[in-house]
Structures are given as structure tokens and as C-alpha cells.
């Protein structure tokens, strides 16, 4: 079965960078739809990215225009490249997956911390 594991979280200053990764094993060849959501203390997760199979982006409106979801299908990995980071965006930062035949996925999740 497949296993998401989320790398790539921790500290940076408001308008800093980071990137995610998460790396499907053994393989991405069932993912149909794969994505990043966050979840901040007392808040609803929220989708901030997502790609399907087919090549089809959808972005959270909090993040569309300083995020970029991409994957590397050769190595099996879906990263989210994060940019002009605020300190409300603050969470657990989460992969997720729709898998054929084995249904939905979570990661274990990456923190990630914006300093003011």
C-alpha cells in the first residue's frame, strides 16, 4: 500500500521561503489526486494545493499567487514551494492523497513556524 512521508518543515521569518516535499512509497503510479492542506491550532484543515493525475491545479485562495505545488513523477514526490511566508501561516502542513483502490491518504504532517 501507499505511504506518504512530508519533509521540508520548520522555522523561518515572515517573507522567507520554504519548500515541502512528500514522497509517496512505494510509488505515486495510483495517486489520482495529491495535495497540501494545513492545520493551525483551533482551525479548520484548508487545502492549499492540489494536483490531480491528469495535470489539473487548484489553489487556496489564502495562497494562490505564493505557492506552487509540482511533482516529480520520477522520484515520486509532490513538493509545495511556499514564498513570501506570513506568520499566520503558521500549522502542520499536511500531504494528502487519493489512491485507487486503497481510498484516502494523510501524512504524518511537517511544521512549519513563521516568525514576525
Known amino acids: 500500500q501507499v505511504q506518504l512521508a512530508e519533509s521540508g518543515g520548520g522555522l523561518v521569518e515572515a517573507g522567507g521561503s520554504l519548500r515541502l516535499s512528500c514522497a509517496a512509497s512505494p510509488h505515486a503510479y495510483t495517486i489520482t489526486i495529491w495535495g ?4 493551525a491550532p483551533g482551525k479548520q484543515r484548508e487545502l492549499l494545493a492540489q494536483v490531480t493525475r491528469g495535470g489539473r491545479v487548484t489553489y487556496g485562495d489564502s495562497v494562490q499567487g505564493r505557492f506552487n505545488i509540482s511533482k516529480d513523477n520520477a522520484k515520486h ?33 511537517t511544521p512549519v513556524t513563521v516568525s514576525s
Open 77 to 109: 514526490t509532490l513538493y509545495l514551494e511556499m514564498n513570501s511566508l506570513k506568520p499566520e501561516n503558521t500549522g502542520d502542513y499536511l500531504c494528502y492523497a487519493t489512491v485507487a483502490y486503497q481510498g484516502e491518504l494523510w501524512g504524518q504532517g
Open 36 to 39: 497540501w492542506y494545513r492545520q
